[in-house]
Nanobody, 121 residues
């Protein structure tokens, strides 16, 4: 499966932004999908994951209650709705596909190019 993230930009603190990840391949619905983020000098950080049906989700504590992951298997997309954004959310965000619902990057075998956004204070 091939993935491409989009939706980055510049947003003020407290604002909202929605990232999207478009997938190709008819096996999209077989995969669990996740979002990760990375800033220079730091390790890749898990953000959120959703199971293959979209019925179960999993979030990092740092985004719980502010971010919502969802997917549309018919449209081959997974989205990340981000509210109450903070400057520390600034990063390059990547979507990834896994065979399991996991919060660790080693379980994700397919990665899309990242999309970057900045939260200004």
């Amino acid at each position: 499966v091939q993935l491409q993230a989009s939706g980055g930009g510049l947003v003020q603190a407290g604002g909202s932004l929605r990232l999207s990840c478009a997938a190709s391949g008819r096996t999209f619905s077989n995969y669990y999908m996740g979002w990760f983020r990375q800033t220079p000098g730091k390790e890749r950080e898990f953000v959120a994951a959703v199971d293959s049906s979209g019925g179960s989700t999993y979030y990092a504590d740092s985004v719980k209650g502010r971010f919502t992951i969802s997917r549309d298997n018919a449209k081959l997309t997974v989205s990340l709705q981000m509210n109450s954004l903070k400057p520390e959310d600034t990063a390059v965000y990547c979507c990834a596909a896994s065979r399991v619902l996991a919060g660790v990057s080693k379980f994700y075998h397919y990665w899309g190019q990242g999309t970057e956004f900045t939260v200004s204070s």
